[in-house]
C-alpha cells in the first residue's frame, strides 16, 4: 500500500558519520535487504544479479536507468518495488506528443474568493518513485524536464520551487536506440543516471517457470517488507560503511583515466573515448560501492565492489568516437579496459629516493 508524501522523512542521522557500523547493524541491514530481495524475486524470476543492482542503487539513493527491449519486465520490477516498499509511485508513460508540463505540473487559473488568480498543480513527478516508462519516445525538450528533478530533488515553475518527496527515485526504461521512434537522451541527462543497466533476457528454464506459475499472465502480489522507518534507516548505515582511503584514491585514478587528456589514460581511451566520466561519476562510484559492500555483509568498502559497479556507473558516462565502432570498441570493452590498466595502489616512486 502506497505511503502519502508526508509518511518518509529524512532522519535526522542522514548526514555522513565517521562512526564505523558494528556487527549488529550489519546484521539488521542484511536482514532488511534480503526481504527485499526475496520478494522482488517472487516477482521477477531469473534476474538475481539485476536485482542486487537495483538495490544497490536505491541504496545509494541513485537513479537508474534499464535498458532492454519490451517485455522483460522492466516495468514490472518498478512496480514490484513500489509495492515492497510501500512508497508512492507515480507510472509515466513517454510518447512523442508528451510535454514537461506533463510531468512536472503546471499552474492554473483557478477562482477563488471573488478573484482569479494561478494555482500550481503538482504532476505525476511528485512521488517517491517515479517510473519513466520508455524515456527516450519522448522528445528532448520533454526528457530535460526531468533533469532539475533528479539533480535538485525540486522544480521550479514560474520562478517558484517545489520540494519533491522524500525518497525520490527515477527508475527510467528505454528501448534499444537502434529502434525506429527513439530520441536518445543527451548526455547531461545521462549523467543524471546512477546506473544504467542492460536488461537481458532469461533462459529457457526460467521462461518454463514462469509460464508454469503464471497461467493467468498476471505476477503475484506483493505485501510491503520495509516500512518508512526501516527504509530510511537503511539509509544511514549505507553512509556510514567506511571508505578506506586507498579505495577512495582508486576511484579517483580510475574516473581520471577515462579522460583522453590525462597522461594516465590508456592508450585506447586516448585514441577512442570522445568524452570521459565527470567528477558525478566518482561520486557515484563511492556511493554504490558502501551499498554493494552493505549488502554483501561487509562494514567497510573495497576495491571488489568498485569493480562490481563499474560497468553500470561508467558505461553510459563515456562518449566514443567513430572511429572506436569501426574497430569493435564499445563503452561495455572500454571499461574493461580501464579496469585492467588501472592499479588498485597507486604505484609511485617513494619519497625518499625521488630526485
Same mark, same amino acid.
Given at each position: 500500500?502506497?505511503?502519502?508524501?508526508?509518511?518518509?522523512?529524512?532522519?535526522?542521522?542522514?548526514?555522513?558519520?565517521?562512526?564505523?557500523? +558494528?556487527?549488529? *547493524?550489519?546484521?539488521?541491514?542484511?536482514?532488511?535487504?534480503?526481504?527485499?530481495?526475496?520478494?522482488?524475486?517472487?516477482?521477477?524470476?531469473?534476474?538475481?544479479? %539485476?536485482?542486487?543492482?537495483?538495490?544497490?542503487?536505491? #541504496?545509494? /539513493?541513485?537513479?537508474?536507468?534499464?535498458?532492454?527491449?519490451?517485455? =522483460?519486465?522492466?516495468?514490472?520490477?518498478?512496480?514490484?518495488?513500489?509495492? %515492497?516498499?510501500?512508497?508512492?509511485?507515480?507510472?509515466?508513460?513517454?510518447?512523442?506528443?508528451?510535454?514537461?508540463?506533463?510531468?512536472?505540473? $503546471?499552474?492554473?487559473?483557478?477562482?477563488? +474568493?471573488?478573484?482569479?488568480?494561478?494555482?500550481? !498543480?503538482?504532476?505525476?513527478?511528485?512521488?517517491? #518513485?517515479?517510473?519513466?516508462?520508455?524515456?527516450? /519516445?519522448?522528445?528532448?525538450?520533454?526528457?530535460? $524536464?526531468?533533469?532539475?528533478?533528479?539533480?535538485?530533488?525540486?522544480?521550479?515553475?514560474?520562478?517558484?520551487?517545489?520540494?519533491?518527496?522524500?525518497?525520490?527515485?527515477? =527508475? $527510467?526504461?528505454? +528501448?534499444?536506440?537502434?529502434?525506429?521512434?527513439?530520441?536518445?537522451?543527451? *548526455?547531461?541527462?545521462?549523467?543524471?543516471?546512477?546506473?544504467?543497466?542492460?536488461?537481458?533476457?532469461?533462459?529457457?528454464?526460467?521462461?518454463?517457470?514462469?509460464?508454469?506459475?503464471?497461467?493467468?499472465?498476471?505476477?503475484?502480489?506483493?505485501?510491503?517488507?520495509?516500512?518508512?522507518?526501516?527504509?530510511?534507516?537503511?539509509?544511514?548505515?549505507?553512509?556510514?560503511? !567506511?571508505?578506506?582511503?586507498? @579505495?577512495?584514491?582508486?576511484?579517483? /585514478?580510475? @574516473?581520471?583515466?577515462?579522460?583522453?587528456?590525462?597522461?594516465?589514460?590508456?592508450?585506447?581511451?586516448?585514441?577512442?573515448?570522445?568524452?570521459?566520466?565527470?567528477?558525478?561519476?566518482?561520486? $557515484?562510484?563511492?556511493?554504490?560501492?558502501?551499498?554493494?559492500?552493505?549488502?554483501?555483509?561487509?562494514?567497510?568498502?573495497?576495491?571488489?565492489?568498485?569493480?562490481?559497479?563499474?560497468?553500470?556507473?561508467?558505461? !553510459? /558516462? %563515456?562518449?566514443?568516437?567513430?572511429?572506436?565502432?569501426?574497430?569493435?570498441?564499445?563503452?561495455?570493452?572500454?571499461?574493461?579496459?580501464?579496469?585492467?590498466?588501472?592499479?588498485?595502489?597507486?604505484?609511485?616512486?617513494?619519497?625518499?629516493?625521488?630526485?
Amino acid at each position: 500500500m502506497n505511503q502519502p508524501e508526508s509518511a518518509i522523512v529524512p532522519s535526522s542521522a542522514s548526514t555522513f558519520s565517521s562512526q564505523l557500523l +558494528n556487527p549488529d *547493524e550489519v546484521s539488521e541491514a542484511q536482514q532488511s535487504l534480503q526481504k527485499l530481495l526475496t520478494g522482488l524475486e517472487t516477482a521477477i524470476l531469473g534476474q538475481r544479479e %539485476l536485482l542486487e543492482l537495483v538495490v544497490i542503487c536505491l #541504496l545509494a /539513493r541513485g537513479h537508474m536507468l534499464l535498458e532492454g527491449l519490451p517485455g =522483460l519486465g522492466k516495468t514490472e520490477l518498478v512496480k514490484s518495488l513500489s509495492s %515492497l516498499l510501500g512508497l508512492q509511485f507515480r507510472r509515466l508513460q513517454f510518447t512523442p506528443d508528451l510535454l514537461p508540463g506533463d510531468i512536472v505540473g $503546471a499552474p492554473i487559473l483557478e477562482e477563488r +474568493n471573488g478573484s482569479r488568480t494561478l494555482v500550481f !498543480h503538482k504532476g505525476p513527478v511528485f512521488a517517491n #518513485l517515479v517510473l519513466s516508462d520508455e524515456i527516450n /519516445r519522448a522528445t528532448p525538450k520533454t526528457q530535460s $524536464a526531468l533533469l532539475e528533478a533528479m539533480q535538485e530533488r525540486r522544480v521550479t515553475v514560474m520562478g517558484e520551487s517545489h520540494e519533491l518527496p522524500f525518497p525520490f527515485f527515477v =527508475l $527510467a526504461t528505454q +528501448n534499444p536506440i537502434e529502434l525506429e521512434g527513439t530520441y536518445p537522451l543527451p *548526455e547531461a541527462q545521462l549523467d543524471r543516471f546512477t546506473f544504467k543497466i542492460h536488461v537481458e533476457g532469461v533462459s529457457s528454464d526460467t521462461l518454463q517457470q514462469i509460464i508454469s506459475t503464471r497461467r493467468q499472465g498476471q505476477p503475484p502480489e506483493l505485501e510491503t517488507v520495509l516500512d518508512a522507518e526501516a527504509f530510511a534507516r537503511l539509509f544511514d548505515l549505507t553512509e556510514k560503511v !567506511h571508505l578506506p582511503d586507498a @579505495v577512495s584514491n582508486y576511484i579517483a /585514478r580510475l @574516473v581520471t583515466a577515462t579522460n583522453p587528456n590525462d597522461p594516465t589514460a590508456p592508450e585506447e581511451v586516448a585514441k577512442f573515448v570522445k568524452y570521459g566520466a565527470s567528477p558525478r561519476a566518482a561520486i $557515484a562510484l563511492a556511493g554504490t560501492a558502501r551499498a554493494a559492500a552493505l549488502l554483501k555483509g561487509k562494514p567497510a568498502a573495497g576495491f571488489e565492489e568498485v569493480k562490481r559497479v563499474a560497468h553500470s556507473v561508467l558505461r !553510459h /558516462r %563515456l562518449i566514443l568516437d567513430y572511429a572506436a565502432r569501426l574497430d569493435d570498441w564499445t563503452p561495455a570493452r572500454m571499461v574493461d579496459r580501464l579496469l585492467e590498466a588501472v592499479p588498485e595502489v597507486a604505484r609511485e616512486i617513494p619519497q625518499d629516493i625521488k630526485a
